[in-house]
């Protein structure tokens, strides 16, 4: 059962123009999710995250709304830049005393200049 | 730099032939993970480890081992490697649980 789901598996986007990622997800008890980035033959790195207790987290020129209501989060990109384009994976922790981080499958983002 | 590293970055075996997989972090991180990433699955944890001495099973434990010796250093294992273990592999740390994870390159395994 995929708890943390993205369901679009790639995403184009013209530079200069928002880029909106989506992710949904089934557990009630996560309680705190992240954004990472991945490029093709490195590690995925750490975006951005946002704790249950708030609906909005901004850094630049990313930001992610969380809508606890309805099980979704989303990622923004505004402007979307050419370097910008790689997997993009949203995961989430349960509660305190977790250790265990729970990934979507990705989705690819291609700002095409 | 503050980094984690892996070693192998890329490595072809048979089936049945014992590997191991090293993961070490330079930033004095408690918590370390090993995850598996494969198409269409997105990054699945295998094994997760809080402390020295201290390992659990993750979401996809099975025909994999790791071990906790060292704060620095924490060793994937496949015992009797097996073709679905063919995967790209990621070691990660961080210092506390909502603290950001930090990945190493990741290892490329093939088993034939």
């Known amino acids: 059962d995929q708890q943390v789901k993205q369901n679009s598996p790639s995403l184009s986007v013209q530079e200069g123009r928002i880029s909106i990622l989506n992710c949904d997800y089934t557990?009630?008890?996560?309680?705190?999710f992240l954004w990472y980035k991945k490029y093709p033959a490195e590690g995925p790195t750490f975006l951005i995250s946002?704790?249950?207790?708030?609906d909005k987290n901004e850094d630049g020129r990313f930001t992610v709304f969380l809508n606890k209501s309805a099980k979704h989060l989303s990622l923004h990109i505004v402007p979307s830049q050419p370097g910008d384009s790689a997997v993009y994976f949203c995961?989430?922790?349960?509660?305190?005393?977790?250790?265990?981080?729970?990934f979507g499958k990705g989705t690819k983002l291609s700002v095409i200049p | 730099e503050a980094q984690v590293t892996q070693n192998p970055r890329y490595l072809i075996t048979v089936t049945g032939k014992k590997l191991t997989v090293t993961c070490s972090q330079n930033?004095?991180?408690?918590?370390m993970s090993w995850y598996r990433q494969d198409p269409g699955l997105g990054l699945r944890q295998i094994y997760y480890?809080?402390?020295?001495?201290?390992?659990d099973k993750g979401d996809v434990p099975e025909g994999y081992k790791v071990s906790r010796k060292e704060k620095r250093n924490f060793p994937l294992i496949l015992e009797s490697p097996s073709p679905n273990q063919t995967s790209l592999y990621f070691c990660?740390?961080?210092?506390?649980?909502?603290?950001?994870?930090?990945f190493g390159p990741g290892t490329r395994l093939l088993v034939l």
């Open positions: 990660a740390s961080r210092q506390s649980l909502q603290e950001t994870q930090y």
């Open positions: 557990n009630s008890m996560f309680d705190y």
């Open positions: 946002i704790s249950s207790i708030k």
């Open positions: 995961a989430a922790y349960s509660g305190a005393g977790s250790y265990q981080l729970t």
């Open positions: 930033m004095n991180h408690e918590y």
């Open positions: 480890s809080m402390n020295v001495e201290v390992t």
